[in-house]
């Protein structure tokens, strides 16, 4: 029997940084697959069709609600997003890793349909700092930076949720920790090791 892959989920505050550290991750480890979300937001600058988001209308996205064809989805700052099931479980059943960044909601759907998954929280190194990263970015009213910055208070609260946390201080620093999280559970005891010790056992027959 193949060995499962495993799932790690990808969570943190907006503007925290959590996309520019799968990104960089995804460069250094080609053999984990992102999982793509669909969203029914407008498209952002230097976003594209099918490797940032699916971008589809609010229409369609009912449509694969209705289908069942997301394995979560909700409604983050009056925008739906959801993940496809389909995707996801067949690299995971194939034996490959996928990183999902996701939002709060989305994970903790995640979570009851999937604890098998790792889930990982990216924490800014103070709220100071989110907040700056999230007026640098340049794409948010000074509205929806306070609405962003009340949720993220409220997001953090649900950190023991959570297998992981990184605090994303350095770039780097922060690779390297999700690195070496990925490599434990690729290590971690569980039910398909026991197959694997049954066939050494055979073989020493």
């Not at 099931?85 to 939002?103: A, Q, R, S, W």
């Not at 620093?173 to 694997?196: G, M, P, Q, W």
Request: proline share 3%; charged share 35%.
């Amino acid at each position: 029997m193949k060995k499962k892959g495993n799932l790690f989920v990808i969570c943190g505050p907006s503007g925290v940084g959590k996309g520019t550290v799968c990104k960089e991750l995804l460069k250094r480890r080609p053999d984990i697959k992102l999982s793509i979300s669909a969203t029914t937001r407008k498209k952002r600058n230097g976003e594209l069709e099918g490797v940032n988001y699916y971008f589809i209308s609010k229409e369609n996205f009912q449509d694969m609600i209705n289908k069942d064809e997301f394995w979560e989805y909700a409604e983050v700052y009056g925008n739906l997003y959801g993940t496809p099931k389909k995707y996801v479980l067949e690299h995971i059943n194939n034996g490959e890793d996928v990183l999902l960044e996701i939002d709060i909601q989305g994970a903790l759907q995640i979570k009851e349909k999937y604890p098998e998954g790792v889930f990982i929280f990216i924490l800014p190194p103070s709220m100071k700092e989110l907040r700056n990263r999230i007026v640098n970015r340049g794409t948010d009213s000074k509205e929806s930076i306070e609405k962003r910055l009340k949720a993220a208070f409220r997001e953090i609260d649900f950190i023991d949720k959570y297998d992981y946390y990184i605090i994303n201080d350095k770039l780097e620093n922060s690779i390297s920790k999700l690195i070496s999280i990925i490599e434990a559970e690729k290590c971690r005891v569980k039910d398909d090791i026991y197959k694997l010790i049954q066939k050494y056992k055979e073989e020493a027959k």
